[in-house]
């Protein structure tokens, strides 16, 4: 049996009371008031649907920043670079000389000189990509790591944009480093999603939230460029920040040369070659 049921019957056996008068209707409850703060909210949140309605096109964004840098011409205009500058960690004091080749159409090397630590390079050949440090030695990259490897050293990327992701959008008017910007969604064909920024004023890409796979597993990195300066009719940034898992890496560049670096640059030194099967 069930509590409702003894319930049911205790009440059978108490002795009956005199009908109670039948209670007045219950009105229905007044509909609730708006709040202040949700009547201030409401033209702020149409403002801002407004406002993202409104949004250029991802294309048209980067469009903007191509012209910008000097344009699809002058982009073209050259098959190869070679930056020089200096790489440091401040947390840790750790500096020392930068150089970064790049050739078209893939090929990419960063070296860097720690002086008594010893020299650090990453490489991509245009097939195999590779690193050489004195802590891990020489390692080959694979899978996931060498295919980014190869979309990261693409020459002409800026120039690619439609060919190198299956979809771009502009997500929201933002500030990035205190400036108004656009953040731009890239998601890749592997369906990872890259975000830039991109100056609302200036039209120049500002910073990126970049995620990569590394011997230590997937790294999610914050990039913020600035001080951009004109090379041969191209404007580059020479001041690159880069966090991830907590740690700040600063690059800052002092030259950049153009179609002076030659094909040898980019050959796998013996160690690397050893393990190429």
């Known amino acids: ?148 490897k190869k979309f990261d050293a693409d020459f002409y990327s800026d120039l690619k944009t439609a060919e190198r992701y299956s979809s771009m959008k502009t997500i929201e008017k933002t500030t990035f480093e205190g400036r108004p910007c656009y953040k731009v969604s890239l998601v890749r064909k592997d369906g990872v999603e890259d975000i830039e920024f991109y100056d609302a004023e200036t039209a120049l890409k500002i910073g990126s939230t970049l995620t990569r796979e590394t011997t230590m597993g997937s790294i999610t990195a914050t990039q913020i460029l600035s001080d951009y300066k004109d090379f041969g009719g191209l404007l580059l940034p020479t001041t690159m920040k880069q966090t991830a898992m907590g740690v700040e890496q600063v690059l800052k560049i002092t030259s950049v040369e153009f179609d002076n670096v030659p094909a040898s640059t980019f050959e796998p030194p013996a160690q690397i070659k050893a393990l190429i099967k």
């Not at 050259?78 to 960690?89: P, V």
């Open 1 to 148: 049996m069930s509590l409702a049921a003894v319930t049911t019957a205790a009440q059978t056996t108490q002795p009956s009371a005199p009908p109670k008068p039948s209670p007045p209707p219950k009105q229905a409850p007044a509909a609730p008031r708006p709040s202040p703060e949700s009547i201030k909210k409401a033209p702020a949140a149409a403002e801002k649907a407004a406002d993202q309605a409104d949004l250029p096109s991802a294309r048209s964004i980067i469009d903007k920043h191509i012209k910008a840098v000097g344009g699809p011409t002058a982009i073209m205009a050259h098959k190869s670079s070679h930056a020089t500058g200096m790489f440091s960690m401040p947390a840790t004091g750790i500096s020392g000389a930068l150089d970064i080749y790049s050739a078209a159409p893939d090929k990419s090397l960063v070296k860097i000189n720690l002086g008594g630590v010893g020299e650090l390079v990453e490489a991509f050949d245009g097939t195999h990509g590779w690193s050489l440090q004195p802590m891990t030695g020489p390692m080959l990259k694979e899978g996931k790591e060498l295919a980014e």
